[in-house]
C-alpha cells in the first residue's frame, strides 16, 4: 500500500521550549518566517540541522524542532563543516549574529565561505552584542555609544556583504527581519543554492539597538531607501518607481537617477546581474547615506563544494587501497612507546 507522505507546517518545525528573546526582538519575526519556510522547501525535521555559537541568535537551535547543536562561540562554521562531512545527506543552517559570525567567528567563517561547504548561514546582524547587555560590535557604526565605548566608537565597521564576497562566497543576500514576504524568498534561494549560502538578515534588538535600521526600514522611507535587487530586472525603487541605479558616467559606481529628470531614461537603469561579482561589490559598498540599501540575492554563481571535493578524493583513495588500515598506518615509519 502506497503511504501518502505527511504534509509539514510550520507548527512541526516549532519546539515545547520557552523563548526567551525579549519580547520585540527581530528574532521573533525571523523564526516565524523559517519555520513557515521549511515545509516550502521540502524540508523535514530529521534531515535538518541547526548550527549555533553563542549570543542571543544562537539561542534559535532551541526553538527548532529539528537537530540541533548551541556550540562555542564564533565557531558554528567550523562545527557545522564538520558535521556536513561526516553526513553530507543532511541540510544545515548556521545561524549566529554579528558578533558572533565577524568577531570572534570571522576566521572561520572566512573558511566555511571560501571551502564552499554546503550551509546555509544566516547573519543576524543587529549592529551590537545583545546577550551581553549592549557593548559594540564589529558591524556598529562609528559613534556608537556602548557601554564599551560609552564616547562613541571610532572604528570603521565591517560589512558582512563585502566580507563574504572578499572571502570568496558564491551566494550572498541580505534581508530584513520584519518582511514576511522577501525573507522566506531569500531562506529558499539560499536552500536552493549548492554551496555556502550567506544571508544578512538586519535584526532590531529593541533592548540595545532599537532602531538602528530605521532610515531604510521604516515603512514611510523603505520605499525610498531600499532598492529590491532581482536577477535580470533594472534596479528600480522609490515610491513612484521612478528611481534607479545607473552606473556614474567616467566612474565605477552606481549613482541614484530619476527617470525623466536630466535626460534620464528608462534604459539608463542598470540591470541587475547576480551572477558579476563585481556588480554585487559594487552594490554592497553603497554608502547608505547617500544610496538606497541594497536588498535581495546581490551575487549567486555556483562553483563545486568543499564536501563534494573531499568526499570524492576519500572514496578514490578508498578504492585504490581497500584493505587500508589506520592503526597500521599510525605505527609506520619512526613510532616509539613512551
Ligand atoms: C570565547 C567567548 N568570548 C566571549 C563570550 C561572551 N559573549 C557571549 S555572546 C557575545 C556576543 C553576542 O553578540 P552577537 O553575536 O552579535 O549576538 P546577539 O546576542 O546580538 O544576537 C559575547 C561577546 C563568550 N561567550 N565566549
Ligand atoms: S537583547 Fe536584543 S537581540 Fe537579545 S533578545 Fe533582547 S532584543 Fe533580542
Given at each position: 500500500m ?12 516549532a ?16 523564526l516565524?518566517a523559517?519555520q513557515?519556510t ?8 530529521e ?5 549555533s555559537g553563542?549570543g542571543?541568535?544562537?539561542r534559535?537551535p ?10 562555542i562561540?564564533?565557531?558554528?562554521p567550523?562545527f557545522?563543516?564538520g558535521?556536513?562531512?561526516s553526513?553530507?545527506d543532511?541540510?544545515?543552517w548556521v545561524v ?11 576566521n572561520?567563517l572566512?573558511?566555511a565561505?571560501?571551502r564552499?561547504?554546503?550551509?546555509q548561514?544566516l547573519?543576524?546582524n ?8 549592549g557593548q ?8 556608537t555609544?556602548s ?19 572578499g572571502?570568496?562566497?558564491r551566494f ?10 522577501h525573507?522566506?524568498?531569500?531562506f529558499k ?10 544571508l544578512e538578515?538586519?535584526?532590531?534588538c529593541?533592548?540595545?539597538n532599537?532602531?538602528v535600521f530605521?532610515?531604510f526600514?521604516?515603512?514611510?522611507v523603505a520605499a525610498?531607501?531600499?532598492v529590491?535587487v532581482?536577477?535580470?530586472q533594472?534596479?528600480?525603487?522609490g515610491?513612484?518607481?521612478?528611481r534607479?541605479?545607473?552606473l556614474?558616467?567616467g566612474a565605477?559606481?552606481?549613482?541614484a537617477v ?8 528608462a534604459?539608463?537603469i542598470?540591470?541587475?546581474d547576480e ?15 547617500t544610496?538606497?540599501?541594497a536588498l ?5 554563481n555556483?562553483a563545486p ?6 568526499l ?5 583513495v ?5 584493505n587500508a588500515?589506520l592503526?597500521?598506518l599510525?605505527?609506520?615509519g ?5
Open positions: 502506497n503511504v501518502v507522505p505527511e504534509q509539514l507546517t510550520a507548527k512541526d518545525f519546539t515545547d521550549q520557552e523563548v526567551r528573546w525579549c519580547p520585540g526582538c527581530g528574532d521573533y519575526a525571523i516565524k523559517l513557515r521549511m515545509p516550502e522547501i521540502g524540508a523535514t525535521p534531515k535538518t540541522v541547526f548550527v553563542i542571543c541568535a544562537a534559535f532551541y526553538y527548532m524542532e529539528t537537530y540541533g547543536f548551541h556550540t562561540h564564533g565557531r558554528a567550523a557545522a563543516t558535521i556536513k562531512l553526513n553530507p543532511l541540510d544545515i549566529g549574529g554579528d558578533g558572533d559570525m565577524l568577531s570572534i567567528g570571522g572561520h572566512l573558511h565561505l571560501r564552499n561547504v554546503d550551509l548561514i547573519i543576524f543587529n549592529e551590537i552584542y545583545g546577550l551581553t547587555k559594540y560590535s564589529p558591524t556598529s557604526r562609528i559613534g555609544r557601554p564599551s565605548t560609552p564616547q562613541g566608537s571610532v572604528e570603521a565597521p565591517v560589512s558582512a556583504a563585502l566580507f563574504a564576497l572571502s570568496g562566497a550572498v543576500a541580505r534581508s530584513v527581519d520584519t518582511d514576511q514576504k525573507l522566506p524568498v531569500m534561494r539560499a536552500h536552493a543554492h549548492r554551496g555556502a549560502s550567506l538578515i538586519f535584526q532590531n529593541i533592548v540595545y532599537d532602531g530605521d532610515g526600514k521604516d515603512p514611510s525610498d531607501r531600499q529590491r532581482e536577477h535580470g533594472p534596479m528600480i525603487f515610491k513612484e518607481k521612478n534607479g541605479l545607473r556614474r558616467p565605477f559606481e552606481f549613482e530619476t527617470i525623466g529628470e536630466n535626460g534620464v531614461t534604459e539608463d542598470a540591470i541587475h551572477t558579476n561579482r563585481v556588480m554585487a561589490t559594487l552594490l554592497a559598498s553603497m554608502d547608505p547615506d544610496l538606497p540599501v535581495g540575492v546581490l551575487y549567486c555556483p563544494t568543499y564536501e563534494t571535493g573531499v570524492s578524493q576519500a572514496a578514490d578508498r578504492a585504490k587501497s581497500p588500515n592503526n597500521k599510525l605505527r609506520s619512526y613510532t616509539w612507546t613512551v
